[in-house]
């Protein structure tokens, strides 16, 4: 948060947050100071910083969520492949390591998203 104003403001929306939802969460919001911003945040830009805030939102099986992304993909027309390393070679084309067979292949795409780790 970068004012005294947005600290008020969003401090009292986290607040009502927290309300709304019984205060039985995985955890109430927290007010952070400048300093603990830049802890959590190195790449942030520090510039009028006043503070911060932490709060959770939902718990979800992190494991099983990748593999429903990868599993809608998949139903949507996307070609996807797991335990693979990828190397790129040029312009719109991708060499695949297959990790598990010792396979490899050379892949061409409009589009590739590697998703490295969940």
Do not use: C
Not at 36 to 52: K, Y
Not at 99 to 109: H, K, N, P, Q, T
Request: hydrophobic share 40%; proline share 3%.
């Amino acid at each position: 948060m970068y004012s005294k104003p947005e600290q008020l403001y969003y401090g009292a929306g986290l607040w009502v947050y927290d309300a709304l939802a019984g205060f039985r969460t995985l955890g109430r919001h927290r007010s952070l100071t400048r300093e603990q911003v830049a802890a959590l945040e190195p790449g942030l830009s520090a510039d009028h910083l006043t503070g911060g805030a932490v709060f959770f939102d939902a718990r979800i099986h992190s494991a099983r969520f990748v593999l429903e992304n990868v599993f809608e993909a998949a139903r949507n027309g996307a070609i996807v492949s797991n335990y693979a390393r990828a190397e790129q070679t040029g312009r719109g084309a991708v060499t695949i390591h297959d990790e598990l067979s010792g396979g490899v292949f050379e892949v061409r795409a409009m589009k590739l998203v590697d998703a490295t780790g969940p």
